[in-house]
């Protein structure tokens, strides 16, 4: 009896760490974000943010379901900037077109196309606000708020994404799922100073993803480290994680492990929110600022009632389609 209690957990455990590692930033860090940017805004746009901040907060993770419906979509939650050489990477065109030229768009797709989505999806957004279209401001806003936190998680910007080439499998979801879960609450600061109009959001981009990818040789580097002094039966404990028991890394190596970062997963995450309300705040500005207090409540055609309901159906299924990153 105990040999067969002992077997389901084993397998329990699995099935939550697999399902675990499958998201950026976890559902608690996208949803935090694009709850938190909300409060960054400016008045004349918090009014219609504020109002929908529960849809910006739930959808936020729209983007990672995406994943195991849509083939194309992996590709665009990353960017493996060790291909491209060494730091700061300068053999890799910014513009979309001449990287195209140069590598094309197979091989760029290979390696993640993350900055440039998130430009595509800036754009549409702009386009949406000079539509007064409530319904695309809102699924683009929660969208652009996905793949912006995504440039901010330094694994995000490499090939060894979860220390599958280090034997460190299983750091990714640690570094941005389980530190963010245990201290954002009650340890963190992350409301930052208000959004700031991006005179130019590409580059502004691809400066947040610079940043991570200086930040990920650390990642890697102190967890490796930290895991050949602290206890082996130690790092690892049954807690109580959203109402269930499992296996994860423990209290205890968790907080080691964010104090040896220096705090690097909260100064990320705080990047993030600004990140995200200023690129809202640009689309809006460059839109010419229309009115958002009269803007009809947002109605969802049946394309997207279906499309919502396939990305909903396939996730439930747990099968990426593409690459896991």
């Known amino acids: 009896m105990k040999k067969c209690m002992m077997l389901r ?8 760490c697999s399902f675990h590692q499958a998201y950026c930033w976890g559902f608690y860090g996208h949803k935090r974000i694009n709850f938190l940017a909300v409060f960054l805004l400016p008045p004349e746009m918090l009014v219609f943010y504020k109002q929908h901040i529960r849809y910006l907060e739930e959808h936020a993770v729209d983007a990672d379901k995406r994943r ?20 700061p990477f300068s053999e890799l065109p910014r513009n979309w077109r001449e990287a195209v030229d140069k590598f094309g768009e197979d091989s760029l797709n290979a390696h993640g196309i993350a900055p440039w989505w998130i430009s595509t999806m800036l754009s549409r957004l702009t386009s ?4 007064k279209n409530s319904a695309r401001i809102l699924k683009l806003s929660a969208d652009l708020g996905h ?9 995000h910007t490499s090939s060894n994404h979860d220390g599958q080439h280090t034997g460190q499998k299983g750091i990714h979801g640690f570094w941005e799922s389980r530190i963010p879960e245990l201290l954002a609450e009650q340890q963190w600061d992350l409301l930052t100073s208000r959004a700031q109009y991006l005179d130019k959001p590409a580059a502004f981009i691809w400066d947040r993803v610079l940043e991570s990818a200086l930040a990920s040789d650390s990642v890697l580097k102190i967890e490796k480290k930290l895991s050949q002094k602290f206890p082996a039966d130690q790092r690892f404990s049954f807690e109580n994680r959203n109402g269930a028991i499992i296996r994860q890394y423990s209290s205890a190596y968790t907080i080691a492990y964010d104090r040896e970062m220096n705090g690097m997963v909260e100064r990320r995450m705080r990047s993030a ?16 600022q229309p009115s958002l207090r009269q803007l009809s409540q947002p109605g969802w055609d049946e394309a997207e009632r ?20």
């Open 68 to 87: 195991y419906a849509v083939p194309q979509e992996g590709p665009r939650h990353y960017i493996d900037l060790d291909k491209y050489g060494d730091y």
């Open 128 to 131: 949406a606000f000079s539509e």
């Open 273 to 288: 929110i600004l990140a995200v309300a200023s690129c809202w705040y640009t689309a809006w500005v460059n839109a010419g």
């Open 9 to 16: 957990l084993i397998l329990i455990c699995c099935c939550v």
């Open 306 to 325: 279906a499309e919502l309901e396939q990305i909903q159906t396939a996730w439930q299924k747990g099968e990426i389609l593409g690459r896991e990153h």
């Open 147 to 155: 793949y912006i936190a995504d440039v901010h998680v330094p694994l």
